[in-house]
């Protein structure tokens, strides 16, 4: 089985909804996403897929965070999911699984992993 990683940043503000603390109040975050892809067949080149479709639909996805409040996103917010890094790492596996799949027959997205600061990050994963 191969495994490839791609990493790629954003600035985004977010308050939790409930939270008995701090993290109540509005304040922002330079989140640090981490895609993993896996598959078993490389093609003729040796790859299993190009980094660069990886960052490419990785970057779709950021446009969408970048210098955003996350709780004005359609699906967060009072009226969705808390903006907390795990429900933040659902929402993007959510987004790239069906275009990661497409990229190439036999890959998957195995994880999506978000960190809020260099020491604190959630993954999410579908276990198959």
Known sequence: MYELTVRSRFSAAHSLCGYPGDCARLHGHTWTL??????EKLDQMGMLVDF???KKQLSLVIDQLDHRLLNEIPGFGKDGL???????SYYIYQTLKQPIAAMKEGIRLKEISVWESPDAYATYREDV
Do not use: H, Y
């Not at 808390?82 to 933040?88: G, R």
């Open 52 to 54: 660069k479709e990886i």
């Open 34 to 39: 981490e895609v993993k892809v896996v598959g």
């Open 82 to 88: 808390n903006p907390t890094a795990e429900n933040l």
